[in-house]
DNA sequence: CGATTATTGTGTACGGTGTCCACAATGGCA
DNA sequence: TGCCATTGTGGACACCGTACACAATAATCG
């Protein structure tokens, strides 16, 4: 019954096989949930947007959920490269001086992915930490082999290692900075802050973080 | 055709008119939300708990995301007064001293609301700002007439009545301190600060408060 | 090499959802 | 008392996620 090339029936691509279907269809949910976050997901959708019967996604993704925990784990991978980025820009020298700039730049880099890609931003946490996928990071796509958590981390204890921070206030400092960074995005995108302009954001960004610096 | 009583039909309830069915669905779309998340909302099913059919809610609601608004208008009325409670228990006396504990309780507070009832935390967060309901907070079943943006921005106000912030500082100063709070409830709902019991909340909210006071 | 088997994609089908339409029952008002 | 706006009903449609059986290909093994 399957398209037994009686007549007329166009088929969906030159050869049966797909080649690489599962990364297709990672693609196509990537660019849905870039424009219309994580409920924009749709399994047949992105089937379609590969060329592909419904059906041929279960061959790759367990379900529905699967495949947006692994599109969710792609925006996070994003988001990572995003913040890489922004650290690479830091040019400040002396240790004190650059590692505080190291932590603004996690600041920024974060608030200005969520600002640019709040689709993207709004999928990456839509999973679950307990759910999301466990896949390799390059498997994904990703530059970054770290996590944002795992940058954020870096930097404070590079804040640590220059004096700028008691070393008894490090344990587990980087979940009061990655909640107030974190809190900021989200009140940037669809919260009270939707409408502040790009000075506006850098205003506050550097207001957040000096509130983190002091303290922390 | 509709129930013309012709036969064996059971009539989905005694009268025709149900009385009030917009508060009936509201109810049974919190439910859901409290349940599982603004996902969990189904119109079918509010209408289901109801007693009536499918249809019968667009009469009082234009589609499912007006019923979701009001729903998550509910939800952030319920968070405001989860916060007045907790600011309701503050003993402190001392005009300093009390300004801080009140500050603290709204931090306490929301977060305590985050871990109690998470379906609806995230449904009150889950409709973007400038698309949610502007129905009047008595109509929603609110106690508490103040938004917990509000109430944040009462007790830093009071925080500078009594000498313990500096004036200057004051502007905007919601905003970080609601980034903080926010973000600290994300992680600790879902992120990576999900396993955290009850004792390490506390002490995690204590130290994210100090670092606000100090910071800001 | 050729036949067998595992993999990957297809069609069909089912129950569920949001929403549109025309119609029926009711309550309030003239 | 009779009309009419309001509120609920049933049917229909398109779309979604997913289960099942089957077909087309690639890989493997004799």
Same mark, same amino acid.
């Given at each position: 019954m399957a398209g037994t090339g009686v007549?007329?029936?166009?088929? $969906?691509?030159?050869?049966?096989? &797909?080649? #690489?279907?599962?990364?297709?269809?990672? #693609?196509?949910?990537?660019?849905? =949930?870039?424009? /219309?976050?994580?409920? /924009? @997901?749709?399994?047949?959708?992105?089937?379609?947007?590969?060329?592909?019967? !419904?059906? *041929? =996604?279960? $061959? &790759?993704? =367990?379900?529905?959920q699967a495949l947006l925990a692994a599109v969710s784990a792609a925006a996070m991978a994003a988001l990572a490269d995003a913040i890489e980025a922004e650290l690479a820009e830091v040019k400040?020298?002396? !240790?004190?001086? $650059?590692?505080? *700039?190291?932590?603004? /730049? @996690?600041g920024v880099g974060y @608030?200005?992915?969520?600002?640019?890609? !709040?689709?993207?931003?709004?999928? /990456?946490f839509s999973v679950p930490a307990d759910m999301a996928t466990a896949t390799d990071p390059a498997k994904a796509g990703a530059t970054s082999l770290l996590t944002p958590f795992q940058l954020l981390g870096g930097t404070l204890d590079e804040l640590v290692a220059a004096g700028a921070m008691p070393v008894a206030r490090r344990p587990g400092a980087e979940f009061l900075a990655w909640s107030a960074v974190h809190g900021l995005a989200m009140l940037l995108i669809g919260g009270p802050l939707r409408a502040v302009d790009e000075t506006g954001v850098a205003a506050v960004v550097d207001r957040l973080v000096g509130m983190v610096e002091r303290g922390l």
């Amino acid at each position: 019954m399957a398209g037994t090339g009686v007549a007329g029936m166009t088929p $969906r691509r030159a050869t049966y096989r &797909h080649g #690489d279907l599962r990364r297709a269809l990672l #693609d196509a949910g990537t660019t849905l =949930a870039r424009r /219309a976050g994580p409920e /924009a @997901v749709v399994l047949r959708e992105a089937t379609r947007m590969a060329g592909v019967a !419904p059906n *041929a =996604a279960y $061959r &790759h993704f =367990a379900d529905r959920q699967a495949l947006l925990a692994a599109v969710s784990a792609a925006a996070m991978a994003a988001l990572a490269d995003a913040i890489e980025a922004e650290l690479a820009e830091v040019k400040a020298s002396g !240790p004190k001086r $650059r590692a505080r *700039a190291r932590l603004r /730049a @996690v600041g920024v880099g974060y @608030v200005r992915f969520a600002r640019a890609e !709040p689709g993207l931003f709004r999928t /990456a946490f839509s999973v679950p930490a307990d759910m999301a996928t466990a896949t390799d990071p390059a498997k994904a796509g990703a530059t970054s082999l770290l996590t944002p958590f795992q940058l954020l981390g870096g930097t404070l204890d590079e804040l640590v290692a220059a004096g700028a921070m008691p070393v008894a206030r490090r344990p587990g400092a980087e979940f009061l900075a990655w909640s107030a960074v974190h809190g900021l995005a989200m009140l940037l995108i669809g919260g009270p802050l939707r409408a502040v302009d790009e000075t506006g954001v850098a205003a506050v960004v550097d207001r957040l973080v000096g509130m983190v610096e002091r303290g922390l």
